[in-house]
């Protein structure tokens, strides 16, 4: 009959998900850490992440040689991590950071045997740049690029991205500078891409350059950035017409310091074209066209400004600003940027109670982020 016991409890685990493996495993049993890994991915595939969270740790506390490699623990490592993160949980993912970062290059060597410990280290650098927001972004896109850097180095496809999005985020707390340096290593890494999302890379990158080149008073340098930006965007068949007009926009400021004005003029006019159809295309979808566009407008409010038309600069500021909240949030440093040109066009159009507000909103951000950003 024990064989009908048995029958009928393997069946009561099909059907209820009822595990048969007992709760109180020894520490280091094989069997039992892999059960709470396994519990913790089937819980973070529903996005239970608490649970995982739960799962995970008391994997890891199973995770022991001789039972588990150290390829294994650290899987379950990443995994845990990745749980938190997705809680907003960064200090209590730091240790864990640490770790990862000096076990990866004692198994890099090892190769193919540890693919599924670098997926998972992979997939917790993506985290780290993707879902940390409010004041712990500088120091999330921090830790997925040294992520990146140390399992997977320059040739990373992501790796661009995330440096120029590190680039954005100094330019906004006004670390010209530094934001340059960034600037120049995603544009040297992208230059080596060959991929069409390795171009739409080297496209971004040579136009954030020249925008930090002007920031720092290189206007010969950003000319030379932005005008190879405009020409291969150019001759690319493909259409992307926010990058486009926000590097011609850049061109436009450029060549007007410059006192290049017929040239200045007429990208004037390409850079407003390519943005109004933007717009209307973005009228026309609805607000889930809106993407990541919040930032890319200032460059059109920023020309507007350059030529002296503060009564079209100041709708595309609100946008902007609008555009970003919705995306990233209150507290996206990239609204910095956008707040003090919007007070500065405010200034312009005599509304001085307004222009104070977000001049010192945008102050009030930038103090936020300063602490964060030196750690």
């Given at each position: 009959?024990?064989?009908?016991r048995?029958?009928?409890?393997l ?99 090892e ?15 993506s ?14 896109i ?8 140390t ?62 080149k ?65 717009l ?21 409010a ?65 103090r ?8």
């Amino acid at each position: 009959m024990n064989w009908r016991r048995t029958f009928l409890q393997l069946c009561l685990a099909l059907v209820f998900g009822i595990s048969l493996i007992p709760g109180g495993f020894a520490a280091g049993d094989r069997e039992g850490w892999k059960h709470y890994k396994n519990e913790g991915s089937r819980y973070e595939v529903f996005g239970d992440f608490a649970n995982a969270e739960k799962a995970y740790t008391r994997s890891l506390e199973l995770a022991g040689p001789p039972h588990a490699s150290a390829a294994e623990r650290g899987e379950v490592m990443a995994r845990l991590a990745n749980a938190m993160l997705w809680q907003q949980k960064f200090e209590r993912a730091e240790p864990y950071f640490i770790e990862l970062l000096a076990l990866i290059p004692k198994l890099k060597s090892e190769g193919k045997r540890n693919e599924d410990f670098f997926s998972c280290v992979e997939a917790l650098s993506s985290t780290y740049f993707e879902r940390v927001r409010g004041v712990n972004k500088v120091s999330a896109i921090q830790h997925s690029i040294r992520i990146i850097d140390t399992a997977f180095g320059d040739i990373h496809p992501e790796l661009p991205r995330e440096l120029m999005e590190l680039a954005y985020t100094y330019s906004a707390l006004g670390m010209s500078r530094e934001a340059l340096n960034f600037a120049n290593r995603a544009l040297a890494i992208a230059k080596r891409q060959t991929s069409d999302k390795g171009q739409i890379h080297l496209w971004k990158a040579l136009t954030l350059v020249g925008t930090c080149k002007k920031s720092v008073g290189d206007w010969s340098g950003a000319q030379k950035s932005l005008e190879q930006a405009v020409s291969l965007m150019s001759k690319s068949p493909k259409r992307f017409s926010l990058t486009a007009a926000a590097a011609k926009a850049q061109l436009s400021i450029v060549y007007f310091h410059m006192h290049r004005k017929e040239e200045s003029r007429k990208l004037f006019r390409e850079a407003e074209a390519l943005f109004l159809s933007r717009l209307l295309e973005v009228d026309k979808k609805g607000t889930r066209a809106i993407g990541g566009s919040g930032p890319e407008l200032l460059p059109f409010a920023q020309m507007y400004v350059a030529f002296g038309q503060y009564e079209k600069a100041e709708p595309i500021c609100r946008r902007s600003l609008l555009w970003t909240r919705m995306t990233y949030g209150d507290k996206e440093p990239l609204l910095i940027n956008e707040l003090r040109v919007h007070g500065f066009v405010l200034s312009r159009l005599g509304r001085l109670k307004e222009s104070q507000g977000q001049e010192a909103a945008a102050r009030a951000l930038a103090r936020l982020y300063r602490g964060d950003s030196e750690e």
